[in-house]
């Protein structure tokens, strides 16, 4: 068996919660991602017939009954993991029924996923459905994205349209734009299912005053989703109190569309 804290999956969520926690991201314990795993390369570090404890997820998800996730630990600090990831993460794989979470490792203080863990897994069914090569789901507190919820209108249409006009990258990094949900108590069913519900159109979801989910392949994906949202976020902050004299056009965020072949939502563009 080889080393499961050499494993390349372990290595690169403790490089991304550090690189979140340094941003100013992920507070305390702000913030939480899971990465769905490959079972073989999983049977490679860890005995997949070992079944440490076995958790009660408190909702169903028949879908993905089987597949094995690295998950961070409820009331965890994303500052903490690079130092200590068998404590602030597990793996744990779905039970047949797709009720329990099967503990294959980590959690070591006795603790348990994140309590977003409705989100993330609803999430997860309802990208797979749309992207079968989708894998990370990640919830993070950006500053500039959460101060700009309480200043812009919380409506999917302008929120994705004055991101676009922040930065020329934006169109094409997210050309699916971002899903917006009001303010909703966090770590229920009913939030999670109101964001996989997103997830079905989007990749990016705003939980109004509160984060951002991001879903994509890979964690640096996924991540770079949520920082260039970020980066927008931060360009309208710093000049929502000016008098704007420039922007980019909708004419010219239909050329960058088409330039680099994106599909982009038309109906979000006011031509
Ligand atoms: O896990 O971010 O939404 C801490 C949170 C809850
Ligand atoms: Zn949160």
Known sequence: ???????????????????????????RNGGNISYLLDEREVGEY???KRVIRTIPTGFCAPSLAGKIFIVTGT???FKNVEKDPENNLGIIRISKDGKDAELLWGYSDGGKFTSELPAHLMSHAA????????????????????????VHELDEKKFTHTLWE??????????DGVGVLP??????????????????EFRLVIWAMHGIY????????????????EKAAQIYMLTAHLPRLNTIKDEDMVKLAEFFKVKYRKDFLNL
Do not use: Q
């Not at 303010?183 to 079905?200: D, V």
């Not at 890979?218 to 949520?226: A, S």
């Open 127 to 150: 990208r797979l459905k749309v992207d079968p090569e989708n894998r990370v789901v990640m919830h993070s507190h950006p500053t500039y994205t959460l101060a700009m919820n309480y």
């Open 75 to 77: 009331g965890k600090y």
């Open 214 to 229: 991001g879903a994509g392949k890979t964690l640096d994906e996924t991540f770079g989703l949520i920082e260039t949202v």
């Open 166 to 175: 922040m930065c020329t990258e934006c169109i094409v990094v997210f050309p």
């Open 46 to 48: 860890l005995d997949l």
């Open 183 to 200: 303010w909703m108590l966090c770590g229920t069913n009913s939030i999670g299912e109101a964001t996989a519900e997103k997830m079905k």
């Open 1 to 27: 068996m080889k080393d499961i804290l050499k494993a390349p999956f372990v290595e690169e969520m403790k490089k991304t919660t550090a690189n979140m926690y340094r941003l100013g991201w992920d507070e």
